[in-house]
């Protein structure tokens, strides 16, 4: 079973990957991970695609998809894959179907207040690094070693907002054209990762 994960920042995609991954004997594929492996390890694709980025520029389209072709021809992907990253637009969502079959996609639809107020609850600690949520610590300093806790740039809410909106924007294609395939399936992610994992359990058993 090949799966395309799908979801905003904060949806819950990395929870529900490892959950899946963990259930069915996937092997999840971050095309972000990947990307800096093949620069690290020096590899033909990854030399290619340093220039790429030591210009400034985007690494082409048909870089990644021979990154993807050969890492799904790898025999721990023979159970199975769940990419996540990957595909962003819908022509790389057609490429992609040119080298593999995909099973599934599922997107995780979560409200964007419900996203905003997440991922901007966050708060860590800058001297030991422990990561906080104002649901469940309600303190301005760390429990751990007294420090006070700050919000990174990324999590600030005006900042979420504008993450949402361009991952909106790229994406919506995308849906459309999963959608016209008849292979998206969308899951409430407003639940907790367990009813989330619920739901998915069970459009993965009627796909079955």
């Given at each position: 079973?090949?799966?395309?994960?799908?979801g905003?920042?904060?949806a819950?995609?990395?929870?529900?990957a490892s959950?899946?991954c963990?259930?069915?004997g996937?092997?999840h594929?971050?095309t972000?991970?990947?990307l800096r492996?093949?620069?690290?390890e020096?590899?033909a694709?990854?030399l290619?695609?340093?220039a790429?980025?030591?210009?400034?520029?985007l690494v082409?389209?048909?870089l990644?998809?021979?990154?993807?072709?050969?890492?799904?021809?790898?025999?721990d992907?023979q159970k199975?894959?769940?990419l996540?990253?990957f595909?962003?637009t819908?022509?790389?969502?057609e490429?992609?179907?040119?080298?593999?079959?995909i099973?599934?996609?599922l997107y995780?639809?979560?409200?964007?207040?419900?996203?905003?107020?997440?991922?901007?609850?966050?708060?860590?600690?800058?001297?030991?690094?422990?990561v906080?949520?104002t649901?469940w610590?309600d303190?301005?300093e760390?429990?751990?070693?007294?420090?006070?806790?700050?919000?990174?740039?990324?999590?600030?809410?005006?900042?979420?907002?504008?993450?949402?909106?361009?991952?909106n924007?790229?994406t919506?294609?995308l849906?459309?054209?999963?959608?016209e395939?008849g292979?998206?399936?969308?899951?409430?992610?407003s639940?907790?990762?367990?009813?989330?994992?619920?739901?998915?359990?069970?459009?993965?058993?009627?796909?079955?």
């Amino acid at each position: 079973m090949n799966v395309v994960l799908l979801g905003a920042p904060g949806a819950g995609k990395g929870t529900l990957a490892s959950q899946m991954c963990q259930a069915y004997g996937l092997r999840h594929i971050s095309t972000g991970d990947m990307l800096r492996a093949h620069m690290r390890e020096a590899t033909a694709l990854g030399l290619q695609a340093r220039a790429y980025v030591d210009a400034g520029k985007l690494v082409p389209d048909a870089l990644i998809i021979e990154m993807v072709r050969e890492r799904l021809n790898e025999p721990d992907c023979q159970k199975g894959c769940l990419l996540d990253g990957f595909p962003r637009t819908a022509a790389q969502a057609e490429a992609l179907g040119a080298i593999a079959k995909i099973d599934m996609v599922l997107y995780i639809d979560v409200a964007v207040e419900a996203l905003v107020k997440r991922i901007s609850g966050r708060r860590v600690c800058g001297k030991c690094g422990t990561v906080y949520h104002t649901s469940w610590h309600d303190r301005e300093e760390c429990a751990k070693c007294g420090e006070p806790l700050s919000i990174r740039e990324d999590d600030k809410p005006e900042t979420v907002l504008r993450r949402i909106e361009v991952y909106n924007q790229n994406t919506e294609p995308l849906i459309g054209y999963y959608r016209e395939k008849g292979l998206l399936k969308t899951v409430d992610g407003s639940g907790t990762p367990e009813e989330v994992f619920e739901a998915v359990k069970t459009l993965v058993e009627k796909r079955v």
